[in-house]
Structures are given as structure tokens and as C-alpha cells.
């Protein structure tokens, strides 16, 4: 009996920032329903290891094989079971938060996303602000709408950079419990942190970062 | 830190207010001291600029007078009509677009550091503002006199009569700014002051309406218009422009009575900047930042987002419409309300239809592709939004979960029918189906190219430049768009049969949808 692929595999990543190297030879596996957190300080690498997962760098070198295959965020599999928060998701300036959990959920294929679009507002603290556009909302519930975004669709791999950030403590809390939740429906979950509290409670392993010379 | 205890606060250390004056001077002062650059090491990088822009004058005010020169040798009544009626289109149209455009900064705006650090200070307001109050003032004397100039020179109007006219479009334009300081001490002042702009608008398409419909149009001689020369074999010995003998005293008089009146206005407004809340000079000043810096990455697309991204901070809550459907359909859907949702833009761009008619019954009938081609662009380009927000951000495309291209296509999809619908209902003043189509695709393409530029990136490489570094392509921004629009227009242009005139733009649109686009940075 062979062992089943990770879901996630990066085997000697490199990348480099005009001719220096910010990540070297880093490897891992992150297999269903688990879940990595990448840890390290300003400086790491812990985004640029996120974006090249999700395609928006290239790597100078070494493999990221999602389900076996190498990943490419051209590949309409890819698009459809990797959810990211990165920091560079804007939002439509003339949709409200309610619609946009409904854009994405039916984008996704979801032709009826009423109840999971006020599930997730309320869970994420916006069911009174369903109605606001994104340029009235403070940064903290731009930071939990971004969040609901990730979430309102369908998922395999959910890679997340530093989602704690700009949250409240009840927030954070939710986030970690929800996060949990992910991991039991099968999810695997890829995440960068600053909160070692988060690491503890969500994380099955951590990968520690440090700056290169 | 000193050890001799915490500071107290004692009124008495204070001496009087200073006088705006004196802080100004104290800044300008402080500014020289910190300067690095002499005044013609600044000058001799902008020279270029300054150099193209004094020959771009040049060349304008010999087109000018070139045209003028053309059209005033046409003695039709046709032609005597259009000169009587292009006040009355461009009269209520200038002051329209200058409510809009002085109520959207303000006008009278200050930075965000001003309004933090000196507006809050016990020191005259008005005084603080006095100086961007009299720029408001000057700029809109500046525009009136350029727009009488053009608008009235280029119908052929005696220089007289131009002369005339702007003087009255200065003290029209200038009470105009005046107004505009005066509503933007209250609310509730914008809001009329924004309801007599619209009404100044749906004035202004009277006359048009009147223009393109005339039994007329269309039967005086027409010559061929090649760039922006026009060639006309007019009889100018029976012309003899309106107003000019008969009314030209009249007219000075009341000019100079009317300049004034203008006068005791500005003087008496500047009296009421004290009366203007920081929250409104500050909002201006941050939307004419936001502009600045569109404006040097010459990036037309990111003007019109920072003015479109205001106009929904301000508006802060909608009722939410829920979608329909799902994948491609619910973002057509959904593009389908998000038009509906700023009504203001279909009714202007409808109203924009005005424009073919009108210079089709002006006789330019070679002229009446290229002006509905632009007319349509105009009118288009906002309903673009969607496209123009996922074309600037991977986060959004990822998190739709689609191609770029697809979403190009499902985004385009429903301003492409307004676009043939409007392309329709422009069909009598362009002739026939084929130069319809090729205007249409020219209009589509234009639109999607723009509305999908990528913003210039100083990340990658950059081209040495007397303006300091800048990235290649930065000057081929402006025209990112109009490029696409031209050349679906060429057959038109050079008279190719109508089988060209399907060719051409029916590539150009293929192309347009086939090719993938590149993923924002």
C-alpha cells in the first residue's frame, strides 16, 4: 500500500530579492486537515513563502506540488481549492460586504449562498455592517470581510498571511476556533503568524524562518 | 529632557496669535533653508516639459487661427445659425462642469498637514485660505477665457465677438467658483448647488437637441477633414457675424458692469472662508493629492478611481441586492446592477447621443464617426468599474476563482450591449451599419484596453528621463485606449469600403477577447 501525496509539498524552495536570496532550500509537506504555521520575524520570508504557493511570485528554485501536481495558478484546479488571504486583496469599491460574500460564493459555483453569506457576516462580526461599502469600513472589519472572503468559497488548501492581524482578542479567538474547524472538515491550512498563541492552538507543526544574510 | 521637573503650562509664555502672514513667511523661510536644489537646477530638469508645452501652445493657438480664419469665410445662414447657437450649448455646459468639478476638491482645499496642523490653531482661517481661494478664483478665470476662445474662435466668430465672449465667461465662471465657496459651507448648499449643475446640464441639451434635429442639417457644403484641418471652399462675402456691429457696445458695456459685479464678489466670498469647516477643505485636498499622484503616473484610468472610489466613501451604505445565478452569469448579473446602481452615469451617457447628432447637423459630416467614437468612449468608460477594479488587484482575481481573461469577458459583456444599443441609436446621424459597427468596436476595445491598464511599475526597470527615473511606456498611458479606438476608425477615416470597415474592427475585437491578459503585479 503506497502512501497517499501531501496535499501541499514544497521541496527546496528558493527565491530570490534582486539577485539575494530572502528563502533557501526550504522544504515541507502539509497533508489533509492539518495544519503549518510559519513563524519568523519581519524579514523572513514568510509572505514571499505564501505568495509563491499561491503563484504571485515565481520561485528561483525547487517544487510546490499541490496534490501531486505543481502548482499553477493559471490551472483552473488550483483557482478553485487554494482560499488565500495575502495582503493584496482589494475589494470592489461600489459593492457592499453582503455582496461580496455572495459575488465570490456564486463565482464559486454556489447559486443559493444566502444562508452562508449571513453565517459568516455574523460570525465575523459584520452582520451590522452588511450594508456598507468597503471604503466606510475601519481596517480591523476590511480585515474580517477579507477573512469571511477566503472563507465563503470552497477549499482544499486555505493560506492565510498573519490572519490575526488587526483583530480584537474575541476576534482572535473566533479565528482560532474557526480555524479548527477547518482543519476537522478535511482542510489543510497554511498560515503565517505573529501570535504565538494562535501557532499553539491551530498549528500541527511549525516551520521557523529566519532573514538571510 | 531637562532634570528640572515636568513642564508647566502657563498661559503667560504665550505671546498673540501670529497673523497667517507671518506663519506663511516663517514656512517659507524654514523651506529655503532646507532646500537642496537651486531654482535653475529645478528649471533645467522641467525645461523639456515647459519647452513642449509653450510648442504645443503654439501649435493650438495656429490651429486656432487657422480655423477660424476657415470658418469665418462661411457665409451660410447655416453657419451663422451654428454661431448664434453654440453660446447656449456652451454657456450652461461650462458652468455645469465647473459646479461639479470645484464642489467635488471643494473648492477651496488645504492638506491633510494644514488642516491638522495649522487649521486647528486660533489663527485666521481665513487668511490660511486666501491663497488656494484665489488660485480657485484664477483658474476659473483661466478657463473661461480659454473655453470662450476656443468655443467661439473656432465657429468662426470675429475676434471681437470672442473677446466679448470671454470677458463674459470669465465673470460667469468666476461667479461660478464663487458660489461653490459659498456652498461648501453647508451641506445641504452642495446639494442645490449639485441640482442647478444637473438642471445646467439637461439646459445644455436643448439647444443640442435643437442643433442635430434641425430640417437643415446636413445641406450646407461639407469638405473633407483630414487630422484636425478643416478645408472649406465657403463665400465670405456675405457672412457677417452676430452681435458684433449691432450689439458689440452693448455687449462691453455690460461686460464691464458684469466684470464688477464679479469683482465685489470675489472681495465679498473672501470675507466668508472663515465660515468653511476643516473636514471640507481637508477632504478636497486629499482628493486633489490622490489626483496628483494619477496625474504623474499619467494614469487617466486612476483619476477617474480616485474620483469614483469618493464618490462611494461618501456614499458609506447601500441597500444590498443579493445575485442570481452562478460562475460566468452571476458576474454578469452582477455588473448588470452595479450599473444600475449609479443611474447618473446612463442617463449622461445616453445623453451623450446628442453629440453625433449635433455635429452632424453642424454638416461636419466627416467629422461625425470620430465625435460619436469619443462621445461613446465617454459614455462607456464609467460602466467599466468592475473590470477596472480585478484588472489592479491578484486578490480579487484569485478570490473569484477565474481567469482574467474570462472575467474580462464576463465583465465586458453587459457594457458591450449598452454599447451596441447606443451604437444603434446613433445609427441615423453615422449613415450606415458598417461605419455604426466600426465605431461601436472601436468604442468596446478603447474601453476594455483602458479600464484594464495595469498601473506603471517603478519595481521593474526604468528609462533616465530629465524627469528623473521613469518607467518605459509611462507616456503611452495617457493614450492607452484611444489607440485601439483610432484604429478601428482608420477605414472610416480614409473613406475604405464598408467591407474594411467590418474587417479592421471585427480583428481588433478578436483580438481584444483572445488574447490573455497579463496578471496585475
Known sequence: MTKPAPRLAVEGLRHLYAERAVIEDLTFTLGAGQAIALVGPNGSGKTTVLRCIVGSAEPAAGKILLDGLPIDERAEVVRRDVAALLDDLDFFPDLTAAEHLDLMARAHGNPEPEDLVDTLLDDV?????????????????????????????????????????RLDTAGVAWLSERLQEEKAAGTSVLFASHDPELVEAVADESVELTPLP | MTSEGPVVFDPADFGAIPAAKELRRWMRKVR????????????????????????????????????????????????????????????????????????????????????????????????????????????????????????????????????????????????????????????????????????????ATVPAVVLATRPEANTQNTTAFVGVAYIGPYDSTQFSPPFVTTYGFRLLVIGLVALLVCGVLVVVTAQTLDKLSRQSVVAGGELLAGMAGAAITMDVGLLADVVS???????????????????????????????????????????????PYAVAGTGYDVLVPLAAAFAGFIATRPLMDGLRSVSRSTGLVRALGMDLRDLRVAMSLVPALFVILWTALALPALGDAATAFAVGAGILTGVIRQASAKPPSYAGPLVASPMGAIPPGLFSQPIRGFDLLLLCLVPVLLSWSPTWRLVIPGFVLALMFAIKPRQPA
Open chain 1, 125 to 165: 462580526g459584520l452582520l451590522a455592517a452588511a450594508d456598507q461599502l468597503p471604503g466606510s469600513l475601519s481596517s480591523g472589519q476590511r480585515r474580517r470581510l477579507a477573512l469571511a472572503t477566503a472563507l465563503v468559497r470552497p477549499r482544499k488548501l486555505l493560506v492565510l498571511d498573519e490572519p490575526e492581524a
Open chain 2, 32 to 203: 529655503r533653508g532646507k532646500a537642496d536644489r537651486t531654482f535653475w537646477q529645478q528649471f533645467e530638469d522641467i525645461y523639456l516639459v515647459i519647452f513642449a508645452l509653450v510648442m504645443v501652445g503654439a501649435t493650438g493657438g495656429n490651429v486656432i487661427l487657422h480655423l477660424n480664419e476657415k470658418s469665418a469665410a462661411c457665409t451660410s445662414a447655416s453657419c451663422s445659425w451654428l454661431l448664434d447657437t453654440v453660446p447656449w450649448i456652451l454657456m450652461p455646459l461650462l458652468t455645469s462642469w465647473m459646479l461639479r468639478v470645484l464642489l467635488s476638491v471643494g473648492p477651496v482645499s488645504a492638506s491633510r498637514a494644514t488642516g491638522f496642523w495649522l487649521l486647528a490653531t486660533p489663527v485666521d482661517r481665513a487668511a490660511l485660505l486666501r491663497p488656494t481661494y484665489r488660485l480657485v478664483i484664477g483658474v476659473a478665470a483661466v478657463v473661461g477665457a480659454l473655453a470662450a476662445l476656443i468655443g467661439f474662435a473656432l465657429f468662426g466668430a470675429a475676434w471681437s465677438l470672442v473677446g466679448e465672449a470671454a470677458l463674459l465667461t470669465i465673470v460667469l465662471l468666476t461667479c461660478t467658483a464663487c458660489a461653490t465657496v459659498w456652498a461648501q459651507q453647508s451641506a445641504s448648499r452642495s446639494r442645490w448647488a449639485l441640482r442647478i449643475a444637473d438642471g445646467l446640464l439637461l439646459a
Open chain 2, 309 to 355: 472610489g469618493r464618490h462611494w466613501r461618501q456614499v458609506g451604505r447601500l441597500h444590498s441586492r443579493r445575485g442570481r445565478s452562478s460562475h460566468v452569469q452571476a458576474i454578469m448579473h452582477r455588473e448588470f446592477l452595479r450599473i444600475l446602481r449609479w443611474p447618473r452615469r446612463l442617463i449622461v451617457g445616453f445623453g451623450l447621443l446628442v453629440v
